[in-house]
């Protein structure tokens, strides 16, 4: 079964530090995103993605953030000045259409970042 | 304001324990429902989804959920739990841009 791969599965960073974090979607999406789950809080949207423009971003994603899809197969989240309250697991998800597909996202495993 | 609450943060079960996990939405337009699983160290895994049709959907591995209109709730059961659903469960639902807005989340343990 296609995966979403997400690389590093931890990272820690010392505060004020760029940090990428890195997702290889499936191979025949289109549709790319990014959540993240503050320890202990809900699983928050923060960007979507298509047709190498962002779709759609939430209040959280401010100028610190940015996506890219640098070689047509990796979908990366670049934080320029990490924050402590940025230390969250951060998932990313593909999806072949927007329309309500019966497998609907695919969720990557996720990234643990620490900031300190 | 859409929102979707789940007031269990933590459940503790004995094996072979029947599972409802509350689930309950704030949404005026028309509601798409999920239910993901996280296992742990893995990620998060669709267990069953409402679009439409029947109210109640049966998902993998036994799970099912009731979608009620009147009451703006999804609630997730199981009759029989076992120590592999040990995991970490996720209501949500597809906002009209197709963005998830998940829930809080359920821990749930199951005891051997």
């Given at each position: 079964?296609p995966?979403?791969?997400?690389?590093?599965?931890?990272?820690?960073?010392?505060?004020?530090?760029?940090?990428?974090?890195?997702?290889v979607?499936?191979?025949?999406?289109?549709?790319?995103?990014w959540?993240?789950q503050?320890?202990?809080?809900?699983?928050e949207?923060?960007?979507?993605?298509?047709n190498?423009?962002?779709?759609?971003?939430?209040?959280?994603?401010?100028d610190?953030?940015?996506?890219?899809?640098?070689?047509?197969?990796?979908?990366?989240?670049?934080?320029?000045?990490?924050?402590?309250?940025?230390?969250?697991?951060?998932?990313?998800a593909?999806?072949?259409?927007?329309?309500?597909?019966?497998?609907?996202?695919?969720?990557?495993?996720?990234t643990?970042?620490?900031?300190? | 304001?859409?929102?979707?609450?789940q007031?269990?943060?933590?459940?503790?079960?004995?094996e072979a324990?029947?599972?409802?996990?509350?689930?309950n939405?704030?949404?005026?337009?028309?509601?798409?429902?999920?239910?993901?699983?996280?296992?742990?160290?893995?990620?998060?895994q669709?267990?069953?989804?409402?679009?439409?049709?029947?109210?109640?959907?049966?998902?993998?591995?036994?799970?099912?959920a009731?979608?009620?209109?009147?009451?703006?709730?999804?609630?997730?059961?199981?009759?029989?739990v076992?120590?592999?659903?040990t995991?970490?469960?996720?209501?949500?639902?597809?906002?009209?841009?197709?963005?998830?807005i998940?829930?809080?989340?359920?821990?749930?343990?199951?005891?051997?």
């Amino acid at each position: 079964e296609p995966e979403v791969t997400q690389t590093p599965s931890h990272q820690v960073t010392q505060m004020g530090q760029e940090v990428i974090l890195r997702c290889v979607p499936i191979s025949n999406h289109l549709y790319f995103y990014w959540y993240r789950q503050i320890l202990g809080q809900k699983v928050e949207f923060l960007v979507s993605f298509y047709n190498n423009e962002i779709s759609e971003k939430s209040e959280i994603f401010d100028d610190q953030f940015s996506v890219e899809r640098p070689d047509g197969s990796n979908f990366t989240l670049k934080i320029r000045s990490t924050k402590l309250e940025d230390s969250a697991m951060y998932f990313c998800a593909s999806s072949e259409s927007r329309a309500l597909t019966p497998a609907g996202y695919t969720f990557g495993s996720g990234t643990r970042l620490t900031v300190v | 304001a859409q929102s979707v609450s789940q007031h269990n943060h933590h459940v503790i079960l004995s094996e072979a324990a029947s599972l409802e996990l509350g689930c309950n939405y704030s949404y005026g337009g028309t509601v798409n429902l999920f239910w993901y699983v996280q296992y742990p160290g893995q990620h998060l895994q669709l267990l069953l989804k409402y679009f439409s049709g029947d109210p109640l959907v049966k998902g993998i591995k036994g799970f099912e959920a009731e979608f009620i209109k009147s009451k703006f709730s999804f609630n997730l059961r199981k009759p029989s739990v076992q120590w592999s659903d040990t995991a970490e469960y996720f209501c949500a639902f597809l906002d009209s841009s197709y963005k998830l807005i998940f829930g809080s989340g359920t821990r749930l343990l199951v005891r051997p």
